[in-house]
């Protein structure tokens, strides 16, 4: 994508402004200024406020928001802070979030209770596993992708290898979602993110070293440079003060909201690029391992990489615009909140529709006559509880029937698809088939 313009030097602006003009501008407050939080290559295409030109227009938004401003830990490559405001765009937004995503309200009442529960997880991790992926250019169908993942099949190319591989480090953040992060963890994440498609494999799992080639950001249609990271001989100490960061207590009066301090993160790796490839991936890993952290339990269910993907210039030019304004991280948090309250969204909309779909087949079970009212029960009860294993002395005990009816009833269930048979030992057990919805669905 092309490199949003940079704006005008605010040094400049002064000088050419008489003392009266000057005055007059900063106590003005046109009411357009605060719509939206233009960076000054979108405010330079829109009409200005009347009686202002666009220059002055610029230097009262900059003069209102580094009122606002608050410095982060993060240095540019020159040893300038980053830093973002808390404007009412983000103070309207993390409420929502908090309710919505950390609260026991509306969606959360659905998983918590359900279930289900597992299987909205795994939905959840293959879905952000295939989006992160092809945002990084993996080329392959849903269809395929989900398929692998479900069956366990091997990749067959390099883009389904990181579709799995993108899998495997989501559960591995489960794993370790209430341990501190480390370089080590990164580094794992890394690994286990990059397996087997790096053209170096040895570059698995190591931030780049000062003899290796640095990689930096380039727009594949123009070929300009967009990003420039800092030196390698730099990565390890910018690394740790990351995870120092992402650790550490808020300071005495200097309150970090959670949620800004996650989305910091996945700015803050993706910025730095300590690997030589995957860093997007391992910077939205990061995000995840965050936010379940610090107690926002949702996210085991929430892909923000499905949305990021339908837009992924509007994802790139939030990093652009805040390289390009003073390092104001303001842009890249405004979007980011907006993306995770969309997705959170999704998700009410998914387990609604999954919801809906369960109570009609539900109601479809109770009309197949091909099933016995104990068959009925049975596979009602697999449907909503998916993890749940029968045997035949179960389903004897439940029905008081002979051994040999709870058998048939069973097999016939297995026979029809609506059951999958295992053992234990020499033990006959039974669970619920894959997609059970879909064979339900198929049954007349």
Same mark, same amino acid.
Request: glycine residues 4%; charged residues 25%; aromatic residues 8%.
């Given at each position: 994508?092309?490199?949003?313009?940079?704006?005008?030097?605010?040094?400049?602006?002064?000088?050419?402004?008489?003392?009266?003009?000057?005055?007059?501008?900063?106590?003005?407050?046109?009411?357009?200024?605060?719509?939206?939080?233009?960076?000054?290559?979108?405010?330079?295409?829109?009409?200005?406020?009347?009686?202002?030109?666009?220059?002055?227009?610029?230097?009262?938004?900059?003069?209102?928001?580094?009122?606002?401003?608050?410095?982060?830990?993060?240095?540019?490559?020159?040893?300038?802070?980053?830093?973002?405001?808390?404007?009412?765009?983000?103070?309207?937004?993390?409420?929502?979030?908090?309710?919505?995503?950390?609260?026991?309200?509306?969606?959360?009442?659905?998983?918590?209770?359900?279930?289900?529960?597992?299987?909205?997880?795994?939905?959840?991790?293959?879905?952000?596993?295939?989006?992160?992926?092809?945002?990084?250019?993996?080329?392959?169908?849903?269809?395929?992708?989900?398929?692998?993942?479900?069956?366990?099949?091997?990749?067959?190319?390099?883009?389904?290898?990181?579709?799995?591989?993108?899998?495997?480090?989501?559960?591995?953040?489960?794993?370790?979602?209430?341990?501190?992060?480390?370089?080590?963890?990164?580094?794992?994440?890394?690994?286990?993110?990059?397996?087997?498609?790096?053209?170096?494999?040895?570059?698995?799992?190591?931030?780049?070293?000062?003899?290796?080639?640095?990689? $930096?950001?380039?727009?594949?249609? +123009?070929? !300009?440079?967009?990003? &420039?990271?800092?030196?390698?001989?730099? *990565? /390890?100490?910018?690394?740790?003060?990351?995870?120092?960061?992402?650790?550490?207590?808020?300071?005495?009066?200097?309150?970090?909201?959670?949620?800004?301090?996650?989305?910091?993160?996945?700015?803050?790796?993706?910025?730095?690029?300590?690997?030589?490839?995957?860093?997007?991936?391992?910077?939205?890993?990061?995000?995840?391992?965050?936010?379940?952290?610090?107690?926002?339990?949702?996210?085991?269910?929430?892909?923000?990489?499905?949305?990021?993907?339908?837009?992924?210039?509007?994802?790139?030019? $939030?990093?652009?615009?805040?390289? +390009?304004? !003073?390092?104001?991280? &303001?842009?890249?948090?405004?979007?980011? *909140? /907006?993306?995770?309250?969309?997705?959170?969204?999704?998700?009410?909309?998914?387990?609604?529709?999954?919801?809906?779909?369960?109570?009609?087949?539900?109601?479809?079970?109770?009309?197949?006559?091909?099933?016995?009212?104990?068959?009925?029960?049975?596979?009602?009860?697999?449907?909503?509880?998916?993890?749940?294993?029968?045997?035949?002395?179960?389903?004897?005990?439940?029905?008081?029937?002979?051994?040999?009816?709870?058998?048939?009833?069973?097999?016939?269930?297995?026979?029809?698809?609506?059951?999958?048979?295992?053992?234990?030992?020499?033990?006959?057990?039974?669970?619920?088939?894959?997609?059970?919805?879909?064979?339900?669905?198929?049954?007349?």
């Amino acid at each position: 994508m092309k490199k949003p313009a940079t704006p005008p030097d605010l040094g400049n602006i002064f000088k050419n402004l008489s003392h009266d003009r000057l005055i007059e501008i900063l106590t003005s407050s046109p009411a357009s200024i605060i719509k939206k939080y233009f960076h000054w290559d979108e405010l330079r295409r829109r009409p200005a406020p009347e009686g202002f030109t666009h220059e002055e227009w610029w230097l009262i938004l900059k003069s209102g928001r580094q009122q606002l401003e608050r410095e982060t830990p993060l240095l540019d490559s020159q040893g300038t802070p980053f830093s973002y405001s808390l404007t009412n765009h983000i103070l309207e937004k993390l409420p929502r979030i908090d309710a919505q995503a950390k609260g026991a309200i509306g969606v959360s009442e659905q998983v918590i209770n359900s279930g289900q529960r597992d299987r909205y997880v795994i939905s959840s991790l293959i879905e952000e596993a295939i989006t992160s992926s092809q945002l990084e250019g993996a080329v392959t169908t849903r269809k395929e992708a989900s398929n692998m993942l479900r069956t366990g099949r091997a990749p067959r190319d390099k883009s389904e290898q990181m579709i799995l591989n993108n899998f495997m480090a989501m559960n591995k953040i489960l794993s370790f979602k209430n341990e501190d992060i480390t370089p080590e963890k990164i580094c794992e994440l890394h690994r286990v993110v990059t397996e087997h498609t790096l053209d170096d494999e040895s570059a698995t799992g190591r931030i780049q070293r000062p003899s290796d080639k640095r990689v $930096s950001v380039w727009d594949e249609t +123009t070929g !300009d440079v967009l990003h &420039t990271p800092p030196p390698a001989k730099e *990565l /390890e100490k910018r690394m740790q003060k990351l995870c120092d960061f992402a650790n550490s207590p808020d300071e005495e009066g200097q309150y970090l909201h959670p949620i800004i301090r996650a989305i910091i993160l996945h700015f803050w790796l993706a910025y730095d690029h300590p690997f030589e490839d995957g860093n997007g991936r391992t910077a939205r890993a990061l995000f995840y391992w965050s936010m379940l952290k610090q107690g926002y339990w949702l996210f085991e269910f929430v892909s923000i990489s499905s949305l990021l993907r339908k837009a992924p210039t509007a994802y790139a030019r $939030s990093y652009l615009y805040t390289e +390009t304004d !003073d390092n104001d991280l &303001t842009y890249f948090i405004i979007y980011q *909140l /907006e993306i995770i309250l969309r997705a959170i969204k999704e998700l009410e909309k998914y387990i609604e529709r999954k919801s809906q779909e369960v109570k009609q087949i539900d109601h479809y079970i109770r009309d197949l006559s091909i099933l016995n009212h104990r068959q009925k029960a049975l596979a009602a009860h697999a449907l909503k509880n998916s993890n749940a294993t029968y045997s035949i002395e179960s389903h004897q005990r439940s029905h008081s029937i002979a051994y040999a009816t709870s058998r048939s009833d069973l097999l016939k269930l297995v026979k029809l698809g609506i059951l999958q048979q295992f053992k234990i030992g020499k033990a006959l057990r039974f669970r619920a088939a894959d997609q059970l919805e879909h064979v339900l669905q198929q049954i007349g």
